[in-house]
């Protein structure tokens, strides 16, 4: 689209190409509105992308967004998307070292090789049978609230209604996380397990006054009604191509290489204006519906700007020639990587790494979890890698918050990488350095990405993967029905940053069309 052509007006302008912004365009061209998708970079996905980030070699990566939860059976059922995902066999392996031997923790591969991985790390029974408990309620939970991330906001006593279950309410919703994980489990190490999925990108404590580690953790144990963590098909790339190619057919127009300015709005129509490579052009629309951070609306909208929540989080891609040979002789490869591989995330250590990031200080003993995603879908790799036994290792790295990189970001991301490495070489037979890739240049196929990275390159506030704090999934003051409404009639937020926002869901997206369905 020429900025120099006429204005047109539709139904709805998208700004945003990621995927929450793909499938409020997807169904909105499907129930037969004008759409118009405005995208500020050169190709559609945002985070959810899939990229060959090593100079010659044919492996597609998910470089930033890489597993699937909280996308809802139901968005790929209506939109008709050709996506699938992959349930991956192995929930997680924890390397750690106990009475001077090295071990570990698999949780997955059937329930009686869980539970004898239990017994062995801990000498009984006692923290299995306290794990299916902790974990069948959390999945009660799960089948319970999934559900309702598609409908209007409940309130939160409809929902704590739904629940049906006092203390898993109190456990979850009112009280630190941290209190339940102190009295159900003994044992330092599943402590730590238990706790991570409540600090993927969220900054805090177990015993945060805020809260602000329970949302994260309700997100990360409620994903399609069990909780399961599933790897896409083709990379996170495979999702977006398809949530593109449905809008494309519906009828929505996309526009990549389409930055956008300003939104301008009485409330009953808006225009939006935009900036190309060839000049400035307006669009007008009845709704505008705004794929970015709520930091990002405001500056459109010439609101007041909320704070930028900071972002915590390490993300390295890498790409190796074989597997590393692990310490632990119990311990195959392709089994401890293909599920979450835990370094450095007992209790303890989540505790103490905490404390010296909210001191200034880089984590002496960073936390770290890695997975392998061609182990569950080689169709990643291209020909030849996978038959050569090259391998993806994606690492995602705990409390390492914005403000650690300030003072120099290039420096503070190779010294941090350099540790957060060494704690994975302490569980492995060789070190990672040897099995690394070499791209067409000879460098090793590694990258890495730190918050300033990512709020760089994806305009995301301070790095937050979530745009902004994880909410409740339920109504709060000025949430309006769908969690998506703005203090402007006729301009929704569609990103991450809405109510029942975060991850790779499309649930804001999907929200946002019914708003505006339900209204025109």
Not at 374 to 390: F, K, N, Q, V
Request: proline share 5%.
């Amino acid at each position: 689209m020429s900025a120099n052509e006429t204005p047109r007006a539709y139904d709805a302008v998208i700004v945003g190409a990621g995927h929450n912004g793909l499938v409020a365009a997807a169904y909105l061209a499907r129930a037969g509105r004008s759409v118009l998708v405005l995208e500020r970079l050169d190709h559609t996905g945002g985070a959810a992308v899939s990229t060959r980030p090593f100079a010659g070699i044919d492996a597609r990566l998910s470089r930033y967004s890489y597993l699937v939860s909280l996308l809802p059976g139901k968005i790929v059922r209506d939109l008709g998307l050709d996506f699938r995902v992959r349930a991956r066999t192995i929930s997680s392996y924890t390397p750690v070292e106990r009475a001077g031997r090295p071990t570990g923790l698999l949780v997955g591969g059937g329930e009686q090789r869980t539970r004898e991985a239990f017994a062995r790390l801990t000498g009984g029974d006692r923290e299995y049978e306290a794990w299916q408990r902790f974990y069948g309620m959390t999945g009660r939970v799960a089948r319970r609230v999934f559900p309702t991330l598609t409908e209007p906001l409940p309130t939160r006593d409809a929902l704590r209604r739904r629940i049906d279950d006092e203390t898993a309410w109190r456990t979850l919703f009112e009280e630190p996380v941290g209190v339940a994980v102190e009295e159900t489990f003994a044992d330092d190490l599943v402590r730590g397990v238990v706790l991570t999925d409540a600090l993927i990108g969220t900054f805090a404590d177990a015993h945060d006054p805020s809260l602000a580690q329970n949302r994260c953790f309700l997100y990360h144990v409620i994903g399609g009604g069990t909780g399961a963590w599933d790897v896409p098909v083709g990379g996170m790339g495979a999702l977006t191509d398809a949530l593109a190619a449905a809008a494309r057919t519906a009828g929505a127009r996309i526009a990549t290489g389409h930055e956008v300015l300003r939104i301008d709005t009485d409330g009953h129509t808006a225009e939006v204006a935009y900036r190309t490579a060839d000049g400035e052009g307006v669009a007008a629309a009845r709704h505008v519906l705004v794929n970015a951070s709520p930091h990002e609306l405001a500056a459109l909208t010439g609101d007041v700007a909320p704070e930028p929540a900071e972002g915590a989080q390490l993300k390295v891609n890498m790409l190796l020639e074989r597997l590393p040979r692990l310490r632990d002789p119990d311990a195959d490869p392709r089994e401890a990587f293909a599920g979450t591989f835990h370094i450095a995330e007992g209790y303890a250590e989540l505790a103490t790494a905490h404390a010296q990031a909210a001191a200034g200080e880089l984590p002496t003993t960073p936390p770290s979890e890695i997975y392998c995603h061609s182990l569950t879908d080689p169709t990643i790799l291209g020909a030849g890698l996978a038959e050569r036994g090259y391998h993806t290792l994606t690492l995602f790295g705990l409390h390492t918050p914005a403000r650690l990189f300030d003072r120099d970001n290039d420096a503070v991301r190779e010294e941090l990488l350099k540790s957060t490495l060494a704690q994975l070489d302490a569980h492995l037979a060789e070190p990672l350095a040897d099995c690394l890739a070499t791209d067409a240049d000879g460098r090793p196929c590694i990258e890495a990405k730190t918050p300033l990275d990512l709020e760089r390159d994806l305009r995301l506030p301070g790095g937050n993967i979530f745009h902004r704090a994880l909410s409740w999934p339920y109504a709060q003051e000025d949430s309006g029905r769908w969690g998506v409404e703005t203090r402007h009639a006729n301009v929704l937020l569609c990103g991450a940053g809405a109510v029942r926002g975060g991850g790779v869901s499309g649930v804001p997206g999907h929200n946002a069309a019914m708003a505006v369905l339900e209204h025109t």
